[in-house]
C-alpha cells in the first residue's frame, strides 16, 4: 500500500492529504488510488507473461465505479460481468463487447438476448437449462452464442464458506461428473459456440494448492473432450487470488499464481482467461470516515465511527477484518471497540482490538476497502450511499456522489387508499 502513506504526519492517498478530501466531500467517503489500480493491474497481466496466450476480464461486481473501469479498461483488460446492469457499465468505460464475459446462474432471457445483440464475447453457461435457452434465443435471431461451460470441480477452496463457490453443493456449474455429457449435448445444438470450459472455486482464496487441483482436474475434463473429437480453444480459469487484509497476512502472490498455472496449463493449446477482481482493487481504496464520539464501555471503549455496515459490509458479512488507521496518528494507541452507528449489533469494525488512539472529530480510515466495498453498499437505516473519489497523484475528482436519502424517499409513494 505505498500509494497509501503517511506524510508530515498525515496520511496521503498518492500526493493528496486525506483531510482535503473530507473536508470537501464530507464522511464517510471511498478514496481509491489510479496508481495503485494500474500497478495491480500490470502485476497480474506481468505474473502471467510466460503463457503464449492470455485474455483478462476484470471482475466488475468487486469495484463496478465507472472510473474504476475506465483504468482497467486503459490497461487493457476487458471484464466479467454477473448481470446485464454490470454489461452496460462496462461498455460505457469503453471495454469492447467482445472483450466482456457473463457469469452466473439466473442470466435471464431478456439478458442473454440483450448481451448476445450487443456482440458479447463469451457467456459463461452454468447449467444445461442456461445453455439451452441462450442456444434458442441466439438462433432465433441468427446469431451464434459463443460460450464455455462452467464446471464445479468439487474443490473447497479454504476460503470463507459465503464465497465459496466450487464445491459440489454450490450452485454453481455443472457437477464434474456429468461435464463431459452436458457439453456433448450443448455443443450438438445451433446457436451455441461452445468452445470450453469454466470454473471458479471461491474468493479471498490464500492457499493455491485447491485452485491447482481444481485446474488439474478441469485440465483431465479438457483432454476428454478432446479425446472426444471436441475443439476446446478457450479455458477460463476465474478470479479469486486473495489480498493481505492485516499485517502479517502471508499469501500468495500474483508471481505465486502465475507460476503455478504455468506450470499446470501451459502445455494446454488454448487462451487462457482470468477473472480478477479483490486482487486488483482491494489494496487500491480506503474507506475514509470520522469519530463521531468515544463511548464508555464495560471492558474497552467504543469508538463510534460515521461509517457503517451500510457503507462497509463486509465485516457484517463475512467477519472480516480491516485494519483501522488514524488520518493523523499520534503514534499512542489505545483497545477499543469499533463500531458504526446502525442498530445493530452486527454494525461492528473491530472488537479489543488495539487500534491508533482517536478522539471525537478524528478522521481514521478502513484499509483494503476497494473491492466490495461501495458496491455492496446500501441505504440501511435511511442513510445516504456513499460517495467515492478517485485520486491521480496530486489531483482527485468526485466519481460517484452522495445519494441524499431525500432521493430514496422521493422514488417512494403513498397509495391514494391509504390517504
Ligand atoms: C466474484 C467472481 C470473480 C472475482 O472474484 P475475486 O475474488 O474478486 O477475484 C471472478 N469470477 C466469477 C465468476 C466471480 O463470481
Redesign the pocket.
Known amino acids: 500500500m505505498d500509494d497509501f502513506a503517511i506524510r508530515g504526519g498525515v496520511l496521503h492517498v498518492e500526493d493528496v492529504p486525506l483531510p482535503a478530501i473530507a473536508e470537501a466531500v464530507g464522511t464517510p467517503v471511498y478514496v481509491y488510488s489510479c496508481r495503485t489500480l494500474a500497478r495491480h493491474a500490470r502485476v497480474f497481466r506481468n505474473a502471467l507473461a510466460a503463457l503464449p496466450s492470455v485474455h483478462l476480464a476484470f ?1 466488475v ?2 469495484n463496478p465505479n465507472l472510473a474504476v473501469l475506465k483504468v482497467l479498461q486503459r490497461e487493457g483488460y476487458g471484464a ?1 460481468v ?1 448481470s446485464i446492469g454490470e454489461m452496460r457499465r462496462a461498455l460505457a468505460a469503453g471495454m469492447p463487447a467482445a472483450d466482456i464475459v457473463f ?1 452466473g446462474v439466473g442470466k435471464t432471457a431478456a439478458e442473454m438476448v440483450e448481451a448476445l445483440e450487443a456482440g458479447l464475447g463469451q457467456f ?1 453457461v452454468e447449467s444445461e437449462e442456461e445453455g439451452a435457452e441462450l442456444a434458442a434465443l441466439a438462433a432465433a435471431r441468427g446469431l451464434i452464442a459463443t460460450a464455455t461451460l462452467r464446471v464445479n470441480p468439487d474443490v473447497d477452496a479454504g476460503t470463507h464458506a459465503k ?1 465459496s ?1 466450487g464445491k459440489a453443493d454450490n450452485k454453481f456449474g455443472v457437477p464434474y461428473d456429468r461435464a463431459a455429457a452436458i457439453y456433448t449435448r450443448l455443443v450438438a445444438l445451433p446457436g451455441l459456440g461452445l468452445r470450453g470450459l469454466a470454473l ?1 472455486i471461491g ?3 490464500a492457499d493455491l494448492g485447491p485452485s491447482e487441483r481444481a485446474f488439474t482436474r478441469m485440465g483431465a475434463l479438457m483432454q476428454d473432450l478432446r479425446s472426444a473429437g471436441h475443439v476446446i480453444t478457450h479455458m477460463d480459469l ?4 486473495g489480498v493481505p487484509y492485516r499485517a502479517g497476512d502471508d499469501l500468495p502472490t500474483p508471481a505465486d499464481y502465475g507460476a503455478m498455472v504455468a506450470r499446470v496449463c501451459g502445455g494446454w493449446d488454448v487462451t487462457l482467461m482470468f ?5 486488483i482493487t482491494g489494496n487500491a481504496g480506503v474507506l475514509l470516515t470520522e469519530v463521531i464520539r468515544v463511548k464508555e464501555g464495560v471492558n474497552a471503549p467504543f469508538v463510534v465511527v460515521d461509517a457503517a455496515m451500510n457503507d462497509l459490509a463486509r465485516p457484517a458479512m463475512y467477519d472480516a477484518w480491516h485494519d483501522f488507521a488514524a488520518v493523523r496518528p499520534s503514534g499512542e494507541t489505545m483497545l477499543a471497540h469499533v463500531v458504526g452507528p446502525i442498530c445493530e449489533s452486527s454494525d461492528t469494525f473491530a472488537m479489543n482490538r488495539t487500534i491508533d488512539r482517536v478522539v471525537a472529530g478524528d478522521l481514521a480510515v478502513f484499509r483494503t476497502a476497494g ?2 466495498g461501495a458496491t455492496m453498499a446500501s441505504t440501511y437505516n435511511s442513510r445516504p450511499l456513499v460517495p467515492e473519489v478517485l485520486v491521480d497523484a496530486d489531483r482527485w475528482a468526485i466519481v460517484a456522489d452522495r445519494i441524499d436519502p431525500a432521493a430514496i424517499l422521493a422514488a417512494e409513494r403513498v397509495p391514494a387508499w391509504l390517504g
Do not use: F, M
Open positions: 471482475a461486481k468487486s466479467d454477473v457469469s459463461n464465497i463457490t471458479h474468493s479471498q482464496i476465474g478470479g479469486g487470488l477473472e480478477p477482481g479483490r486482487v473491492a466490495y
